[in-house]
Nanobody, 128 residues
Framework: QVQLVESGGGSVQAGGSLRLSCAAS????????MGWVRQAPGKEREGVVA?????????YYDDSVKGRFTLSRDNAKNTVYLQMNSLKPEDSAMYVC?????????????????????WGQGTQVTVS
C-alpha cells in the first residue's frame, strides 16, 4: 500500500502562484508514475500532468497549463512538486495526487486515472 501526503494549495488571486507537493511512502516500487489530477465542481476528474521515474520530463495531459505549471520529481524522495504560476480562475479545483506502480505514464488522461492505484486526500486550489 502506498500512502500519499500532499501539501500546498490554498487561495490566491489571478496571476499568482502556488506550489503543491506530494510525497509517496509505504510499499513504493522502484518505478512509478506520479502526478496530479484535478476536479472542479460539476466537472469530471481530469489529468493535469504526470512524471515517470524513468523519464527526464513530465507529460502534460492538459494543454492549458503548459508554460504555466511545472512538475518536477525527486526520485530519491518519491516526491513530486507542482509549481503553478500565472494562475487563472479556471484553475480552481481540488487537486489530487496520483500514483501508479508503472514503468511509464500513460499518454491519455483517462488512462492515467484508470491506472492510478493510490490517491492523495486532495488539496483545494482557489483562484479569484
Amino acid at each position: 500500500q502506498v500512502q500519499l501526503v500532499e501539501s500546498g494549495g490554498g487561495s490566491v488571486q489571478a496571476g499568482g502562484s502556488l506550489r503543491l507537493s506530494c510525497a509517496a511512502s509505504g510499499s513504493t516500487s522502484a518505478h512509478s508514475c506520479m502526478g496530479w489530477v484535478r476536479q472542479a465542481p460539476g466537472k469530471e476528474r481530469e489529468g493535469v500532468v504526470a512524471f515517470s521515474s524513468l523519464s527526464l520530463t513530465p507529460y502534460y495531459y492538459d494543454d492549458s497549463v503548459k508554460g504555466r505549471f511545472t512538475l518536477s520529481r525527486d526520485n530519491a524522495k518519491n516526491t513530486v512538486y507542482l509549481q503553478m504560476n500565472s494562475l487563472k480562475p479556471e484553475d480552481s479545483a481540488m487537486y489530487v495526487c496520483a500514483h501508479s506502480p508503472s514503468l511509464g505514464c500513460p499518454r491519455q488522461s483517462a488512462d492515467f486515472i484508470d491506472y492510478t492505484r493510490s490517491w492523495g486526500q486532495g488539496t483545494q486550489v482557489t483562484v479569484s
